[in-house]
């Protein structure tokens, strides 16, 4: 696939395609899913839409639809359900659709009432057929495909400059969804309006190049009061207006809400794309909490990964640490991160993003994944930590606003985080890193406490692999983005080549949180990977990583070297897992932070795992010392070693070691891990308080999408990552409970 | 000749069928998707309306005995099965259908009953004259399938 192929990001991997990106026979071939449970209606559908030469799959209930949509990500291109269901609603089905995979939807109905078509507008159907459905009516409906397409192709461009563009183009080749093509339009997704939510265009809202000034600017609390809202509503029933009234906020509307809840909802789903969260089952959560503690102990906050970033200098994510939200230092300028050692290497720059999912482990709240300065952090994480992260959540997951770009992870790097037993491989495509940084985007993180799960499956070698959760709940937006890019594109990318870690990078964000576009690209790739290559090895690593207890951050990925506890959060998880060679160091603020009680900026939990950078291609995962993000505590001995390609950087910290052992070759590897790759999995994003990095203790398969991590990496960016579970769960993290909810998907 | 005779005849049934209301042109659609791919597409197609269809009246038939007044159930069931009638062009017993469903709105249970009585009774009649029609059509042998009026 050509990079810009992109433009199409058709979900259809693998067709030769036109200009569009669309397979020459097109429509033909258009992937359709049909839901109705009218055994008749539902056969002459069929046959139909065969004579149309679409390739049909048709569902009777609407459950087992929207499972199948959940579990194969990326295998449809659009889906037609009937209205009345009788074991869901047909516009609730559609509203989950729109949220968590962001297909086009068609809806069908005996009834032409008035109302009832309104509502099917309202809640964002494509079209409306009124049954008896005719062929003609059929012929058509590729049409909202191209559409859709082409709205997230534009506000791609829109969002980001042409290179993030590009990039995102490619993470998205990355096999990934069309509907993520749009990483960058994060932020304008962010903004479109309930109304349209047909993926019409989404404007531009803001700032197009970077998110620098959403309209409103999703600070890592504002984020997190929100996520709290959204968990108390439970997630999937939260709507706009109730979770504006619990967050009461004044001057915010319900339309800022609206458009934020959606990406949150995209977030999330990209990051667990296949629902994994299971993946990072525990072993992370454990890990990623205790890593987190307090951001401002990022110690093993990869650090290094968001070193990695270059950007992000550990410190930040160390700041993260200590400061409650901001901790500007870990993303993008991670001063704090000193701790960690952090040697960036270039690579490892991108680790800053990794903002630690440590974080979270800061004390809940900590991990503020630079929110809202994560944009800087990302770009710092890209190399140029543009401002510093505030809210080291941003380390390359820029979740909020529209790091769309984030997760371009250009799917030539695959970085692969190697985390404690599994590397991570963080493919951090650069793009998205690059992106992140780019985007300036606001990633205000805010609290959303995207857990990454990153299971990194224990290897034996690697124990640190944090699979960093991705703090990817923090800004799940923007780690979303990238955590989805990258980790998709790590996951794509490495193709399971991963290293014995199989860092499932479980990057729950939050439900819904997903970046618009942009996840879905990377997460469709990441999931790919991911979820082969992480959780396969057992996480048995558990990588404690989001256990806020203590083990804070440990996002370290990929090998960590010496069983370094599990640095509980991995937060970070979100680790950018393909921090190929990229340079962008994405801001991840995937840390899974918890929620910190507010602004919490992206925590990085996730240190951008992708730093796998160093991996190289196809052997280890790069080993993005996850870990590292989330070694608040400790001192982390970032040990930023750029092999060759890997940047390894030790976090040690203490309870975070964050080794992110370069995998195979190295040895070593440090942690890199810093991004917190925020796989984009599903980050769950917990309101509660950190809770989890959630970082599934699945070690990061290496890919971790460290964007930040990527960045730095990026050259060397291996694919390593291949697998990082998607799945992270964010699980509303509190720092607290990292531990547990490391899992909580 | 047999053959012609048969084919003239399984084409007069089809027709009447269209002319006393029967069938509309959603049927054409129907007809439409049969080809070499699947030559027997609208028999199985509507005797898989008719075998969901008889599932459905009869629980519409005990919710009337049971629960007169649940309306909104009847209308629900109802509303199922004029999705399906419409489908495969079935335009009396959907017709019917609709008739019920201003019944159940208007609550009139009267109403409903006597709607319902006469849509039990198209549906049936209309089964059996497909019946025939698609036994004639066998006959008159798969592959000239006089289905499609002069299309």
């Not at chain 1, 009680?597 to 795992?609: A, P, T, V, Y």
């Not at chain 2, 027709?15 to 509309?24: A, I, M, P, R, V």
């Not at chain 2, 659609?29 to 609208?42: I, R, T, Y």
Request: aromatic fraction near 6%; include cysteine.
């Amino acid at each position: 696939m050509d990079p810009n192929r992109a433009a199409a990001s058709t979900a259809s991997s693998g067709r030769p395609r036109d200009g569009v990106g669309h397979p020459p026979d097109f429509p033909a071939g258009l992937r359709v899913l049909v839901v109705d449970d009218d055994p008749t209606c539902l056969k002459i559908l069929d046959r139909m839409l065969r004579k149309c030469l679409y390739d049909v799959t048709t569902c009777s209930r609407a459950a087992v639809a929207l499972a199948m949509l959940r579990e194969r990500k990326g295998a449809f291109d659009l889906v037609l359900s009937d209205v009345y269901m009788p074991d869901m609603d047909g516009f609730k089905l559609l509203e989950h659709i729109g949220l968590e995979m962001d297909l086009p939807v068609i809806m069908m109905s005996a009834d032409d009432g008035r109302d009832v078509v309104m509502k099917g507008v309202t809640h964002g159907a494509c079209d409306y057929l009124i049954k008896p459905v005719r062929m003609e009516a059929l012929r058509n409906i590729w049409q909202h495909v191209v559409r859709k397409r082409r709205n997230e192709l534009k506000e791609l461009e829109h969002s980001g400059s042409a290179e993030e563009n590009d990039k995102q183009k490619r993470a998205l080749d990355d096999g990934d969804n069309a509907s993520s093509a749009s990483e960058v339009s994060w932020k304008n997704v962010k903004r479109r309006k309930d109304g349209k939510e047909e993926e019409e265009e989404i404007e531009e809202r803001e700032d197009p190049s970077t998110l620098k000034k959403p309209r409103v600017v999703w600070s890592v609390d504002l984020h997190q009061q929100f996520v709290a809202a959204v968990n108390q509503l439970h997630v999937d029933k939260a709507v706009p207006k109730k979770i504006l009234e619990l967050m009461n906020v004044p001057g915010l509307t319900r339309e800022n809400v609206a458009s934020h809840l959606q990406k949150y909802r995209l977030y999330l789903r990209r990051l667990n794309v296949p629902q994994n969260q299971a993946r990072l089952d525990t072993p992370y959560t454990g890990a990623s909490e205790a890593t987190f503690h307090s951001v401002g102990s990022f110690d093993g906050l990869d650090i290094q990964s968001l070193a990695v970033a270059g950007q992000f200098p550990p410190q930040s994510l160390m700041a993260l640490n200590s400061e409650p939200r901001r901790i500007t230092t870990t993303g993008i300028g991670l001063s704090s991160v000193d701790q960690i050692g952090f040697n960036p290497s270039a690579q490892m720059a991108n680790a800053s993003n990794i903002r630690p999912a440590m974080m979270q482990q800061m004390s809940n709240k900590q991990l503020n994944f630079l929110s809202g300065p994560s944009s800087s952090m990302e770009s710092g994480l890209l190399g140029q930590s543009q401002q510093p992260v505030p809210s080291y959540g941003n380390m390359g997951l820029r979740v909020s606003d529209g790091a769309s770009g984030f997760f371009s992870l250009p799917s030539s790097q695959r970085t692969s985080t190697s985390f404690s037993g599994g590397t991570i491989n963080a493919n951090m495509t650069n793009s998205l890193v690059m992106q992140m940084t780019r985007q300036g985007q606001q990633f205000s993180l805010s609290q959303q406490q995207n857990r990454i799960h990153i299971n990194m499956p224990q290897q034996p070698q690697t124990r640190g692999q944090l699979p960093n959760a991705i703090a990817a709940e923090h800004d799940s937006r923007l780690s979303t983005t990238m955590g989805h890019q990258i980790l998709s594109n790590e996951v794509s990318r490495h193709g399971s080549g991963r290293c014995g870690s199989n860092m499932n990078v479980c990057t729950s964000l939050p439900e819904g949180y997903m970046n618009a576009s942009s996840y879905g690209a990377v997460s469709q790739a990441l999931y790919a990977d991911f979820s082969n290559s992480c959780m396969n090895e057992s996480t048995g690593s558990s990588y404690p990583l989001a256990t806020g207890a203590g083990a804070t951050t440990f996002t370290s990925t990929g090998m960590l070297q010496d069983a370094f506890p599990p640095v509980g959060n991995v937060e970070a998880l979100g680790n950018s897992t393909s921090l190929k060679g990229v340079d962008f160091v994405p801001d991840y603020d995937l840390l899974s932070e918890v929620h910190q009680s507010k602004s919490r900026d992206w925590k990085l939990q996730n240190i951008n795992i992708s730093y796998q950078l160093a991996q190289q291609l196809g052997s280890k995962q790069s080993n993005i010392d996850f870990g590292s993000s989330l070694l608040a505590h400790q001192d982390p001995i970032a040990t930023i070693k750029d092999e060759s390609s890997r940047n390894t950087c030790i976090v040690r910290k203490e309870t975070f070691s964050v080794r992110t052992d370069i995998e195979r070759e190295k040895g070593e590897c440090i942690a890199q891990c810093n991004s917190t790759i925020l796989v984009e999995n599903s980050v769950r994003v917990k309101a509660e308080g950190m809770s989890d990095l959630s970082y599934q203790g699945g070690l990061f398969d290496g890919n971790i999408i460290q964007n930040e991590l990527m960045d730095v990496v990026g050259k060397k960016q291996q694919e390593g990552i291949g697998q990082v579970d998607p799945e992270f769960n964010f699980d509303g993290y509190s720092l607290d409970d990292i531990q547990g909810a490391v899992q909580k998907r | 000749m047999e053959y012609s005779n048969l084919r003239r005849q399984a084409a007069y049934m089809k027709k009447s069928l269209f002319d006393q209301g029967y069938l509309d042109e959603q049927f054409y659609q129907l007809e439409e998707l049969q080809d070499d791919v699947s030559p027997n597409f609208v028999e199985e197609v509507v005797t898989l309306f008719f075998r969901d269809s008889a599932r459905l009246i009869s629980n519409i038939e005990q919710a009337l005995d049971k629960c007169p007044q649940e309306f909104s159930k009847l209308n629900a069931y109802v509303h199922q099965l004029k999705g399906s009638s419409s489908s495969i062009g079935a335009s009396r017993v959907k017709n019917e259908c609709t008739l019920f469903r201003q019944y159940c709105d208007e609550e009139n249970l009267e109403g409903c009953l006597k709607s319902f009585q006469k849509m039990k009774r198209e549906h049936a009649v209309l089964r059996q004259k497909l019946e025939s029609y698609f036994q004639l059509l066998r006959q008159v042998g798969p592959a000239e399938k006089a289905t499609r009026p002069s299309m």
